[in-house]
């Protein structure tokens, strides 16, 4: 926090310039609309968000080229952020192992805080502007990796250092922030700026802004892991059995692909040790688990691909 009133004039100018700080005339009788008048008001308002998000499409599909190429290459990808905007990096890294089976440390979230910040608020961790670096260190980050810095101020100190340290290793670097000419945006290579404007509760970025970065680290690691071949035909085929919901997908998953029924899909699935990926190629080509595993490994995974190669 400032501790002196420089420092706290430069603050208040600071965020007199950020869209997301910015208070609108319109929303001051917020509090006298009724509950239906609400819901509609700020439904509309979300409604600009995938539209803000479109316009920096071109970015997006960068980033997620970048982060697809190092991944070939045995790279990560790393969220770093605090706040609202670190707890959705750690959200969508965490939802990865069992969607698309991959290893937990192939996509880490990290916040400022660490992990008590993701359910409590520690509202100055975001401000050392040397803890990402330490943290990417202890994580022994190269170049083969990329760090991705979600801010909505655009400002964030935690953020800045560590893409800046990032950058300076040869990292692939991003940033999504939810204001023009932002901080991180200059420290990272690939600046993702979605201006979601004014929040409909001035200054709470837990909304628009952060509707926005989830929407984009959907797009990052889904379109990233579609390209390196975790789906098929637009269905989960690297999913990992964790449960008996996961297990009845993985069944109709492949009934559905094979098209075949529930007893030849479970025993496909049975010889393949619960593979759906493996299950589908043998049931496509008629090829032993051996024969498949072999295909699949020289196809680098994409199973439409390995599908070709023994037909």
């Known amino acids: 926090m400032p501790n002196d009133s420089s420092r706290l004039d430069a603050l208040l100018e600071v965020l007199a310039q950020l869209d997301t700080e910015a208070v609108t005339s319109e929303r001051g009788d917020l509090d006298l609309l009724d509950t239906a008048e609400l819901v509609r008001r700020m439904n509309a308002e979300d409604q600009g968000v995938s539209i803000a998000v479109a316009e920096r499409a071109d970015e997006i599909a960068r980033a997620v080229d970048g982060i697809t190429q190092r991944f070939r290459r045995g790279g990560r990808l790393i969220y770093i952020g605090a706040g609202t905007a670190g707890r959705i990096g750690v959200l969508d890294a965490s939802e990865c192992p069992p969607t698309f089976g991959t290893d937990p440390s192939m996509v880490v979230g990290l916040i400022a805080g660490g992990d008590t910040a993701i359910r409590s608020a520690v509202e100055d961790a975001e ?49 999504i922030a939810s204001n023009h000419n932002s901080d991180i945006g200059a420290a990272a290579k690939i600046a993702i700026e979605i201006v979601t404007g004014p929040e409909f ?24 892991m579609i390209k390196l071949g975790k789906t098929y035909r637009g269905v989960m085929v690297d999913l990992v059995v964790t449960n008996e919901k996961l297990h009845a997908r993985s069944i109709r998953t492949v009934m559905q692909l094979a098209g075949v029924g529930i007893d030849d899909a479970t025993q496909a699935l049975r010889l393949a040790g619960g593979s759906v990926k493996l299950a589908l190629l043998t049931l496509a080509t008629g090829a032993d688990v051996e024969r498949a595993t072999a295909a699949l490994s020289a196809a680098d995974g994409i199973l439409r691909e390995a599908i070709l190669a023994l037909s």
């Not at 022994?140 to 964030?156: N, P, Q």
């Open 127 to 175: 401000d050392d502007a040397d803890a990402a670096e330490q943290e990417l260190r202890a994580l022994g980050l190269t170049e083969r990796d990329t760090v991705v810095g979600i801010s909505a101020s655009g400002r964030t100190p935690y953020v800045v250092g560590g893409l800046r340290y990032a950058r300076g290793i040869g990292a692939l670097t991003a940033a």
């Open 201 to 224: 509760i001035s200054g709470s970025t837990r909304l628009k802004a952060g509707t926005a970065q989830k929407l984009v680290v959907n797009m990052l690691t889904t379109l990233s």
